[in-house]
């Protein structure tokens, strides 16, 4: 499963990489959150401003959008399996 490196956080993540919604000045918004079961499978996903087709990419490849820790900012996200 994925793992916040510098927080711990293996619950959800967030890509910096999709369209997003025009920045606010708080809090920092992504344009797509991913929640993970224990089992490190991605049960929910949040689309804030990215397409279906993003989100499908995302889905697919996880390890390659889903890049930051939304609990903490980090970008420290260690996958595994
Ligand atoms: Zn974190």
Redesign the pocket.
């Known amino acids: 499963m994925p793992r916040?490196l510098?927080?711990g956080?293996t619950k959800v993540l967030a890509s910096s990489i999709t369209s997003r919604l025009e920045e606010t000045a708080n809090p920092p918004t992504y344009g797509l959150l991913a929640n993970f079961d224990r089992n490190g499978r991605i049960l929910t996903m949040e689309c804030q401003g990215s397409d279906l087709d993003e989100a499908q990419e995302a889905f697919e490849n996880p390890a390659l959008y889903l890049d930051t820790?939304p609990?903490?900012g980090?970008k420290h996200i260690q996958w595994q399996n």
Do not use: A, G, L
């Open positions: 916040c510098k927080c956080n820790c609990v903490c980090s």
